[in-house]
C-alpha cells in the first residue's frame, strides 16, 4: 500500500503562485509514476501533471504547461507541484497520486491523497 498526503493548497490572486507538496508513504519502491490531478466544482477530474518515478521524466497537461512544473525530493519522499503564473480557471481540488502498474503518465493511478483545495481569485 501508499498513503499520500497533501498540502499547500489555499486562496490566491490571478497571478500570484502557489506550491503543493504531496509526502508518500509506504510501498514507495513500487511506483512508476507519481501525478497530479484536479477536479473543478462540475467537472470531470483532470490530469495536471506527472513526474516518472525512474529517470524523472515530467509530463503535463497543455493547459498548465510552461505555468506548472512537477518535482520530487527522494530524500523527503515528497512530489511537488509549483503553480505560477495562476488563472481563475485554475480552481479546483488538487489531488495527488501515485501508479504501481506502469500504465502511463495520465493513468489509470492506484492511490490518491485527500485531495487540497486551491481557489484563484480574479
Known amino acids: 500500500q501508499v498513503q499520500l498526503v497533501e498540502s499547500g493548497g489555499g486562496l490566491v490572486q490571478a497571478g500570484g503562485s502557489l506550491r503543493l507538496s504531496c509526502v508518500v508513504s509506504?510501498?514507495?519502491?513500487?511506483?512508476?509514476?507519481m501525478g497530479w490531478f484536479r477536479q473543478a466544482p462540475g467537472k470531470e477530474r483532470e490530469f495536471v501533471a506527472a513526474?516518472?518515478?525512474?529517470?524523472?521524466?515530467?509530463y503535463y497537461a497543455d493547459s498548465v504547461k510552461g505555468r506548472f512544473t512537477v518535482s520530487r525530493d527522494n530524500a523527503k519522499n515528497t512530489v511537488y507541484l509549483q503553480m505560477n503564473s495562476l488563472k481563475p480557471e485554475d480552481t479546483a481540488v488538487y489531488y495527488c497520486a501515485a501508479q504501481s502498474r506502469a500504465l502511463g503518465a495520465k493513468g489509470p493511478y492506484d492511490y490518491w491523497g485527500q485531495g487540497t483545495q486551491v481557489t484563484v481569485s480574479s
Open positions: 513526474i516518472r518515478a525512474s529517470g524523472g521524466s515530467t
Open positions: 509506504g510501498r514507495t519502491f513500487s511506483i512508476y509514476f
